[in-house]
């Protein structure tokens, strides 16, 4: 399925690929020297049980092809690769991903020999934060905490502008501690927060509540502006648990501005003006970080792997002793 480009310019630089590999879909680009986004495509992400890594990486010599086919004239000089999970960039590797079914898969080795070029590999929701940072919402905030709030809840952590990994470790917020006495998570953790405040959270404590089918978190949302007590006492909870986890990384990190993407951002006012009153209300002495909408929507993990990408073609021209491409 091809989607139209994203309305965010990345800028003149290098020519470069990009692929965000998610559960579900991989989206693919290219990226022109002026900083055009071309063929921008969403396809169902590459399965193989006995090799899921390989399966994936074989799959963006496909991808390439039908973009440079398409674009003759684009001379790409590197790719960049994000996925999910627990992912250490230094290394290449992808530690752990659940929903994709690899561990130490060496997924930066695979790419780059599969495309022929040098690929920048790295954390989809970390790609996305930088991209933010870079071009969207958390432009001019060096410490920033970037959260995306969908089926599940990830983040990305900007000190001093810079993304903090760990390794690969770090940016696990949904798997925090909200509820020690609440459900088990498929991490196999006890009370995760994305067990309480995801949107996928939302609607299965609803549904398992009430006893009613509903589409969605905005459905629950929808049934709380209607009177719906079980929906409201769902929502609150989810508010509530939200807060008191960004409260304890204000705390923490004192992040200047905390940027909430993902389908949850999507109810607007009904999120952002009670969380913010609530994370207020928790705090004392603390830095209060201003709570910002993602801008660049479902493309920004894509956007992020697309400027790693050029990074690297620019570190790379410079090594070399030559101007960036």
Not at 150 to 166: E, F, K
Not at 300 to 312: N, P
């Amino acid at each position: 399925m091809t989607a139209t480009a994203p309305p965010t310019p990345l800028g003149p630089g290098a020519a470069v690929l990009a692929f965000d590999v998610g559960g579900t879909d991989t989206k693919s680009a290219m990226v022109d020297a002026a900083g055009r986004v071309l063929g921008l495509r969403r396809t169902p992400t590459a399965r193989d049980a006995g090799d899921a890594a390989g399966a994936v990486a074989a799959s963006f010599a496909e991808l390439a092809r039908t973009l440079r086919n398409a674009h003759p004239g684009v001379d790409v000089v590197a790719a960049g690769v994000s996925v999910p999970g627990l992912v250490d960039e230094v290394r290449g590797l992808g530690l752990f991903a659940s929903n994709l079914g690899w561990r130490d898969a060496p997924i930066r080795d695979l790419a780059e020999r599969t495309l022929g070029l040098p690929v920048a590999f790295g954390h989809d929701v970390r790609a996305a934060g930088d991209a933010e940072h870079r071009l969207g919402a958390a432009r001019g905030y060096d410490d920033a905490v970037v959260l995306a709030i969908g089926t599940g809840i990830a983040s990305s952590m900007l000190i001093g502008g810079q993304p903090y990994s760990a390794g690969g470790y770090a940016g696990e917020f949904g798997h925090s501690l909200a509820d020690p006495q609440g459900e088990r998570c498929p991490c196999g953790a006890i009370g995760c927060l994305e067990t309480v405040a995801s949107a996928g959270a939302i609607a299965r404590r609803y549904r398992a509540a009430s006893g009613r089918e509903v589409s969605g978190a905005r459905a629950v949302l929808d049934a709380a502006g209607a009177g719906d007590p079980v929906a409201r006492d769902i929502w609150d909870s989810a508010i509530e648990a939200l807060a008191e986890g960004i409260a304890r990384l204000v705390a923490t990190l004192a992040p200047e501005a905390v940027v909430i993407g993902g389908g949850l951002s999507q109810a607007g006012p009904a999120l952002f003006d009670p969380l913010g009153e609530r994370v207020d209300a928790l705090l004392s002495f603390h830095r209060r970080p201003v709570l910002l909408r993602a801008e660049l929507g479902d493309d920004a993990g894509l956007l992020g792997t697309a400027l790693a990408a050029r990074d690297l073609a620019t570190a790379r021209a410079a090594a070399a002793g030559t101007a960036a491409p």
